[in-house]
């Protein structure tokens, strides 16, 4: 089973202030997505990387997939208030049975006035 | 974009009971949906895959007499929780897939608190 391991698990940040989480991992993926959920709602999709050392920009966020496909990042620059949820990493298990979405373990970002 | 709608959004229930959360693709046909859990501040676990007119495919360790589910028609399937104790308090949110933009991608239910009492 591949594991997808995110760092940090929570970070507590200022408003403005830029950061970066981590999703790991030592298996290659063909693609990685990356989720924002926000407290009581379902995850909705930001992004998914494709091809090896890949950069997508959506607005103040940043996505990098590894060179080697085992890894991907999330910047966020001057974060904000709205930015706050959980930002989770996803890889396509693919079965006999069919395609499963895995999760990692979740980044819990907290933006502070 | 696809919509999926879960109800309850929240239910309180007392021990012993049966909860059935239902959830619906809106405007599309969906004929996999998938069930996850999850706890306060935790990822999402895949509970099970329902598949429309057949059998649901549950992940390893969980119960499928205490979790039913059933996918009786394209736009609906339903997760119930049987006999629900304290611990099977949870997040649960359904999903399908979409195709969308040239692309299958997975859309979420706004998810079901269920509390046990």
């Known amino acids: 089973t591949q594991l997808l391991e995110q760092s940090p698990q929570f970070l507590s940040i200022q408003e403005g202030e830029n950061l970066t989480v981590y999703c790991n991992s030592s298996s290659v993926f063909s693609s990685l997505q990356w989720y924002r959920q926000e407290p009581g709602e379902g995850p909705v999709l930001l992004v998914t990387v494709v091809t090896g050392g890949e950069v997508k920009k959506l607005k103040r966020l940043t996505f990098q997939f590894g060179d080697a496909r085992k890894d991907s990042s999330l910047h966020i620059t001057a974060a904000q208030p709205g930015d706050t949820g959980l930002y989770l990493c996803a890889y396509l298990r693919r079965e006999t049975s069919g395609s499963r979405l895995t999760f990692g373990e979740g980044t819990q970002l907290t933006v502070n006035p | 974009g696809a919509v999926v709608s879960q109800h309850p959004s929240r239910v309180i229930c007392k021990s012993g009971t049966s909860v059935k959360i239902e959830c619906r693709s809106l405007?599309?046909?969906?004929?996999?949906m998938f069930w996850y859990r999850q706890f306060p501040k935790k990822s999402l676990m895949l509970m099970a895959t329902?598949?429309?007119?057949?059998?649901?495919?549950?992940e390893q360790g969980v119960e499928k007499d205490k979790f039913l589910i059933n996918h009786a028609s394209l736009t609906l399937s339903t997760l119930t929780v049987t006999s629900a104790h304290p611990e099977d308090s949870s997040f649960y949110i359904c999903s399908a897939w979409q195709l969308g933009g040239g692309v299958f991608e997975q859309y979420f239910g706004p998810g079901t608190r269920l509390t046990v009492t």
């Open positions: 405007d599309f046909q969906a004929t996999t």
């Open positions: 329902s598949n429309e007119g057949s059998k649901a495919t549950y």
